[in-house]
């Protein structure tokens, strides 16, 4: 009696994704070329494909937060996906002049901050 046993993968691949990736830009510059290290994938069939990505490492993006997703699928056609955040920060210049008085003379000195945040109120300097 011969016996066929048909074997199904239906396991998705597993991603090692990455977590959100932040530059900034001096005010008025309208946007950066941002890189990162890719995501990668494994499978318990041993292939794995990336089939599918919405930008690559070195792609410009404008001031703002991009939505970056990469798809893997293995050999049966099963996928996993993984997104992060490109965040793209306008830094802005505060100048303020301070008049000291030193030695009964006024001495203004001159301080500029460099101060760069996200919409969401997350403090990057």
């Known amino acids: ?72 699928t293995d050999g049966s056609g099963n996928s996993a996906t993984c997104t992060f955040n490109v965040n793209v920060i306008e830094c802005k210049f505060i100048v303020w002049i301070i008049t000291y008085m030193i030695n009964n003379n006024p001495t203004p000195t001159l301080f500029i901050l460099k101060h760069c945040w996200l919409v969401e109120g997350i403090h990057v300097v």
């Open 1 to 72: 009696m011969l016996h066929i046993i048909s074997l199904v993968d239906t396991v998705a691949p597993v991603i090692s994704c990455i977590n959100d990736v932040a530059d900034t830009v001096n005010s008025g510059v309208t946007g950066k070329t941002v890189t990162w290290t890719e995501p990668t994938a494994t499978d318990n069939s041993g292939i794995v494909t990336l089939t599918q990505r919405t930008h690559a490492p070195g792609a410009f993006f404008p001031v703002g937060t991009t939505e970056v997703s990469y798809t893997f």
